[in-house]
Each structure stands twice: as structure tokens, then as C-alpha cells.
């Protein structure tokens, strides 16, 4: 999907294609959506907000590392809205380590947006042991 990211207004569309860009682990893709001086939060770590990346560079390693941790990783059944300069994606997500053990659980991300890209991507993972 062809998605115009220089809008400053961010769209149900914009979030269905940043999900797209994730399920096909394109991370140059990802980065396009998000703004230089962006931060992503992971769902576990070792602070209250997680892991936080703060800057383009950091954040693209921070998501290459959830296709380290789960090559297979998978965010199925998206659904987004979107609030003023806020946004939500709720999704299952799927994934299989290197030791077989799988990963099945409902999650949803929460964004900033600014100048129509993404400023912050905070996300959540309901806590469930792997299989």
C-alpha cells in the first residue's frame, strides 16, 4: 500500500501500512513513518516504560531486534483509531524464539503523532508464558 507519510494529518490508512511494514520486518519501510527524533518504548524491560530507544538510529535497532527475539514475528488482525495527535493499534501477535517456544498474545501499541508521522510508539503485551 502507497502511503503519502509528508501529510501532517495521520490516518487509519498510515497505520495499516506502518502494520504491513511490520509484518514484512521492512524496517527501512518503518522508519519512514516515524519522525528523527522519534522514541519507542517496548512492552517489557527493565524500566516502568519498558526499554526506551530515543532517536531514528536507536529505535531502528530496537525494532530489529523483535525479529531477533522472534523471526516469525507476526502482528495479525490490526485494528487502529485515531484521536487528534494520538493514536491506538490492537492486535495478536505470534512469534516463535530461537528455542521453539511460541509467543500468542493480545497487544496493542499507543501513539504521538507530530507533523503527520510518528513521534512515539509505546507498546503493550499482555504478560502469558510461552508455549
Not at 490490526?78 to 512469534?95: L, M, N, P, Q
Request: hydrophobic share 35%; glycine share 8%.
Amino acid at each position: 500500500m502507497s502511503v503519502t507519510k509528508q501529510s501532517d494529518e495521520v490516518t487509519v490508512e498510515f497505520l495499516e501500512a506502518f502494520a504491513d511494514a511490520w509484518n514484512r520486518h521492512d524496517v527501512e519501510d518503518l522508519m519512514s513513518f516515524m519522525t528523527e527524533d522519534c522514541v519507542f518504548e517496548t512492552s517489557a524491560g527493565e524500566d516502568a516504560f519498558g526499554t526506551r530507544y530515543e532517536g531514528a538510529e536507536a529505535v531502528r535497532k530496537g525494532y530489529s531486534k523483535s525479529w531477533e527475539d522472534f523471526p516469525d514475528a507476526q502482528w495479525n488482525d490490526a485494528r487502529h483509531f485515531i484521536v487528534g495527535d494520538r493514536g491506538v493499534s490492537e492486535w495478536i501477535f505470534t512469534g516463535t524464539k530461537a528455542d521453539g517456544k511460541r509467543s500468542e498474545v493480545a497487544g496493542c501499541d499507543i501513539f504521538k503523532f507530530r507533523e503527520g508521522k510518528i513521534l512515539v510508539k509505546n507498546s503493550y503485551r499482555k504478560n502469558r508464558p510461552l508455549i
